[in-house]
């Protein structure tokens, strides 16, 4: 046979689903629950108990006499390693990835195996919307993917730079060879591990596809990780992370500090700043070096331009040499509507 005549034949779909637990014995049976009530089950469900509590670990137990489901324990070191344990403890050749604290829907697992492109070897991930909801379960939106991002499937890394890019790994089915291929998630991130993941898979050269369908419900709640500092913590290793990895391209017109990680990071590094000054809290000094070493890069960056950097400066200074009560005065009044619209518009 021609070689030329040879049909890539996509592999039968094999599907593992890995959940990280820690401490959330509040939440996993909703979360379990759901993975074995879909219209297509999955063939592997591991739980990856990332170093909870003896009482904690003994919930899991109990849960686990009556969903079949395997436990995996090892010691704490965030979600991006508990689901690289789950990974590589299990054989299919696609993954599916559920925070702890959210569930799927019915058809989540047959939306997304169906999403699989039958001729396409370069196949890296499909991901699809999210009902969001708090804590209880009570949704509030049923297009949070669509209605946050305007660039689905993702094609530009530049968007992908310059937003969140709003893939989540409860929402989406990732190939085996395209999560090798890059190593998995980097356990360094306990927040931001995510975009980083799909970051890499699409810099690989996998392709990506979107479902404009929700197969999720994702809680937040102010116990996610979301709100933590060690989210915080993680917002800047990635940042520094893409800094180091995306340095201006003039001759390519690409200026990565200036349009992406200012507008995107910016703005979140000094209101952590503020808000920790405001309640002088035990992060304050810590969250300070993180807008001052920002700040310091954008200042010293020749093409942020004059208005940015004045607003840099003013902030630095604030941020670096404000006392509480001044931090606060300014904090309310930078927050004024007319304060934030000529922000936003400048």
């Given at each position: 046979?021609?070689?030329?005549?040879?049909?890539?034949?996509?592999?039968q779909a094999s599907?593992?689903?890995?959940?990280?637990?820690?401490?959330?014995?509040?939440?996993?049976?909703?979360?379990?629950?759901?993975?074995?009530?879909?219209?297509?089950?999955?063939?592997?469900?591991?739980?990856?108990?990332?170093?909870?509590?003896?009482?904690?670990?003994?919930?899991?137990?109990?849960?686990?006499?009556?969903?079949?489901?395997?436990?995996?324990?090892?010691?704490?070191?965030?979600?991006?390693?508990?689901?690289?344990?789950?990974?590589?403890?299990?054989?299919?050749?696609?993954?599916?990835?559920?925070?702890?604290?959210?569930?799927?829907?019915?058809?989540?697992?047959?939306?997304?195996?169906?999403?699989?492109?039958?001729?396409?070897?370069?196949?890296?991930?499909?991901?699809?919307?999210?009902y969001e909801a708090?804590?209880?379960?009570?949704?509030?939106?049923?297009?949070?993917?669509?209605?946050?991002?305007?660039?689905?499937?993702?094609?530009?890394?530049?968007?992908?730079?310059?937003?969140?890019?709003?893939?989540?790994?409860?929402?989406?089915?990732?190939?085996?060879?395209?999560?090798?291929?890059?190593?998995?998630?980097?356990?360094?991130?306990?927040?931001?591990?995510?975009?980083?993941?799909?970051?890499?898979?699409?810099?690989?050269?996998?392709?990506?596809?979107?479902?404009?369908?929700?197969?999720?419900?994702?809680?937040?709640?102010?116990?996610?990780?979301?709100?933590?500092?060690?989210?915080?913590?993680?917002?800047?290793?990635?940042?520094?992370?893409?800094?180091?990895?995306?340095?201006?391209?003039?001759?390519?017109?690409?200026?990565?500090?200036?349009?992406?990680?200012?507008?995107?990071?910016?703005?979140?590094?000094?209101?952590?700043?503020?808000?920790?000054?405001?309640?002088?809290?035990?992060?304050?000094?810590?969250?300070?070096?993180?807008?001052?070493?920002?700040?310091?890069?954008?200042?010293?960056?020749?093409?942020?331009?004059?208005?940015?950097?004045?607003?840099?400066?003013?902030?630095?200074?604030?941020?670096?040499?404000?006392?509480?009560?001044?931090?606060?005065?300014?904090?309310?009044?930078?927050?004024?509507?007319?304060?934030?619209?000529?922000?936003?518009?400048?």
């Amino acid at each position: 046979m021609n070689p030329l005549q040879l049909k890539f034949t996509p592999p039968q779909a094999s599907v593992v689903v890995v959940i990280p637990f820690y401490n959330g014995s509040r939440f996993i049976e909703r979360s379990i629950s759901s993975v074995f009530a879909q219209t297509v089950p999955a063939d592997e469900v591991i739980v990856v108990n990332d170093g909870s509590r003896a009482e904690e670990r003994e919930a899991l137990g109990e849960l686990a006499k009556r969903y079949p489901f395997r436990i995996i324990d090892k010691k704490n070191g965030g979600q991006g390693s508990a689901r690289n344990a789950g990974v590589a403890a299990s054989v299919s050749n696609f993954i599916c990835f559920l925070d702890q604290d959210d569930f799927y829907l019915e058809n989540h697992i047959e939306l997304l195996v169906a999403g699989i492109p039958p001729e396409d070897p370069r196949f890296g991930f499909v991901y699809a919307d999210l009902y969001e909801a708090d804590g209880g379960g009570n949704i509030v939106r049923t297009s949070m993917v669509k209605e946050s991002s305007d660039q689905n499937p993702k094609r530009d890394v530049v968007n992908l730079l310059r937003h969140d890019m709003h893939v989540l790994p409860s929402a989406a089915l990732i190939s085996r060879k395209a999560f090798e291929a890059i190593g998995g998630f980097d356990p360094q991130f306990m927040g931001y591990e995510d975009d980083d993941l799909f970051l890499r898979i699409f810099r690989k050269g996998f392709s990506n596809y979107f479902l404009d369908r929700a197969v999720t419900v994702w809680c937040i709640h102010v116990e996610s990780t979301s709100f933590s500092i060690r989210m915080i913590r993680s917002r800047y290793r990635y940042f520094k992370k893409m800094f180091d990895m995306f340095p201006d391209e003039p001759q390519r017109e690409r200026y990565y500090l200036r349009d992406c990680f200012v507008p995107r990071f910016g703005r979140l590094f000094a209101d952590q700043a503020i808000a920790s000054i405001k309640l002088d809290n035990e992060y304050r000094n810590e969250l300070i070096e993180y807008y001052r070493e920002f700040a310091d890069l954008a200042l010293a960056n020749r093409y942020v331009g004059r208005v940015p950097k004045l607003r840099l400066w003013f902030m630095r200074c604030l941020i670096l040499n404000g006392s509480r009560g001044i931090v606060r005065v300014a904090d309310a009044v930078i927050r004024l509507p007319l304060v934030r619209k000529i922000r936003a518009g400048s």
